[in-house]
């Protein structure tokens, strides 16, 4: 039937809100938002326990510690936190599926303390310059073996910021060569005694690759800006891998970011500080802002190799966090998946999820219903879902039925888009775009493959835009996402 047009529905939730409806519907109409499905909060903690603001250095993501959220409890860009690093933190804090946190004292794991090891599921080390203790190296090699995520970046040899005889390059060789968990190269790699002035490192090609390919962006180059670069040695590790490289280098030599893992753990290196400044910090501090040059795609590199270090989403090792590869067990992922729990669950435009005889449900007596206004609008619906790493079957299904009061037959004034945007918002895919010339009576099933983001937390988007004049409905209803 054709659709009333979306001025009724605007009343309908009028007359809610004033209670005029019965008392169910205006109870469904009021319904909070609380995710059924709520996306995994991945707990990062970054180190400046270490002299990581000695010098120049300025490796912190907020003046606010052990919380930034006590600097700017809701940041909206970098500069709501101070430091280098607020660039890196601001981002993650943006997605909602992030809790940060910076160490101060020593890092320690199985204690009773807030920034204990146990509680996170992440470690960032930005270019520690004085030694671990024994307890400390302890302490992080056991978190990585029980399922903890391991970021260490280093700087160039010489990088002695205050001037104690050791710089990052020792002090991270020493951590992998020196501790009592696994002194025989666990990770299966050491860091380059090198000063490398200047170089743009390339990405190989691997379209599979979550870190160069993941929810933040997709990875061209890097930068080094006086870095260093690491030798694999995949016979101690066979799970160690390159994934850019200095020009001219390749295979073991001359990796400048490289992934591992150890036991149920996770492993990444970065051999320059400079790709993670943001330019910005403390004052009287020198900086160099890496994170956004143009030349390179460091950004994407940093937040993506953190989503993957924090497991993104797949099931954790014991005791440290997201380690490991993941499981799949069969379910259907999306919650209030036939709109019945009112507006719980997805987040949606006002009124779009409704039980308005302006429209019928396919099944039950509420379904989500975008655009019908006949004025120039834009309604959306999403639900952020986060698909296990393990599975191989991930099918996205759901039934549309449109109608519309436009008559052409070849132009497309109104469309709904159906997208997957990634953790920073940023659209991953489009799985379809419909419009006014895709108008029918009755539902139609419509169905998708997201088997590619396996491992990820992404949100299903859809997108009704509708032109200046004639109504087109996008009426959606029964949404599933099977998988196994």
């Not at 209670?19 to 499905?37: D, E, N, R, W, Y």
């Amino acid at each position: 039937m054709l659709a009333l047009t979306r001025s009724r529905r605007r009343l309908t939730t009028a007359l809610a809100a004033f209670g005029l409806l019965t008392a169910t519907a205006a109870a469904q109409a009021t319904v909070i938002a609380t995710p059924a499905h709520a996306a995994t909060t991945h707990r990062v903690l970054f180190d400046d326990g270490h002299a990581e603001e000695a010098g120049n250095a300025d490796w912190i993501i907020s003046t606010s510690k052990p919380d930034p959220l006590g600097e700017n409890s809701s940041p909206s860009v970098e500069t709501d936190w101070t430091g280098a690093l607020s660039s890196w933190g601001v981002a993650l804090q943006k997605t909602g599926s992030y809790s940060l946190k910076t160490a101060t004292s020593a890092l320690t794991y199985g204690g009773s303390s807030a920034t204990d090891l146990s509680n996170f599921d992440t470690l960032v080390l930005p270019e520690p310059n004085t030694l671990f203790t024994t307890a400390e190296k302890t302490a992080i090699m056991t978190f990585v073996k029980n399922g903890g995520g391991l970021f260490m970046i280093s700087d160039h040899t010489g990088a002695d910021r205050n001037n104690d005889g050791y710089d990052a390059v020792q002090i991270l060789n020493d951590l992998m060569t020196n501790n009592s968990v696994d002194s025989t190269d666990p990770f299966g790699f050491s860091i380059d005694s090198l000063n490398i002035s200047s170089d743009h490192p390339a990405a190989i090609s691997d379209s599979t690759n979550p870190v160069l390919h993941g929810s933040f962006g997709t990875v061209t180059k890097s930068l080094i800006a006086n870095g260093t670069t690491a030798t694999l040695k995949p016979s101690d590790n066979s799970s160690v891998k390159g994934l850019l490289y200095r020009t001219g280098y390749s295979g073991n030599t001359g990796a400048f970011f490289l992934t591992s893992t150890f036991g149920s753990g996770r492993v990444a290196f970065w051999g320059d500080s400079s790709p993670i400044d943001d330019g910005t910090g403390q004052s009287g501090n020198t900086l160099y802002d890496g994170w956004n040059d143009s030349s390179a795609t460091n950004a994407a590199l940093a937040l993506n190799a953190t989503a993957w270090l924090a497991g993104d989403g797949t099931s954790s090792g014991g005791g440290g966090g997201g380690g490991g590869t993941g499981t799949c067990t069969a379910a259907q992922l999306l919650g209030n998946s036939g709109f019945e729990s009112g507006n719980s669950t997805w987040s949606a435009s006002s009124g779009v999820i409704t039980n308005s005889s302006g429209e019928s449900a396919r099944t039950g007596s509420y379904y989500a219903w975008l655009d019908g206004y006949g004025t120039a609008t834009t309604d959306t619906l999403s639900q952020s879902v986060t698909i296990p790493s393990g599975c191989t079957t991930a099918a996205l299904s759901f039934y549309l039925h449109v109608d519309t009061a436009e008559t052409s037959t070849s132009t497309a004034y109104d469309t709904l888009k159906v997208q997957v945007l990634g953790s920073s918002g940023a659209v991953l895919g489009t799985l379809a775009t419909y419009s006014n010339l895709n108008a029918a009576s009755g539902y139609t099933q419509r169905s998708f493959s997201l088997a590619s983001y396996a491992g990820q937390t992404v949100t299903l988007k859809f997108t009704g835009t509708e032109g200046s004049t004639l109504q087109t409905s996008f009426v959606i209803d029964d949404t599933a996402l099977n998988v196994s």
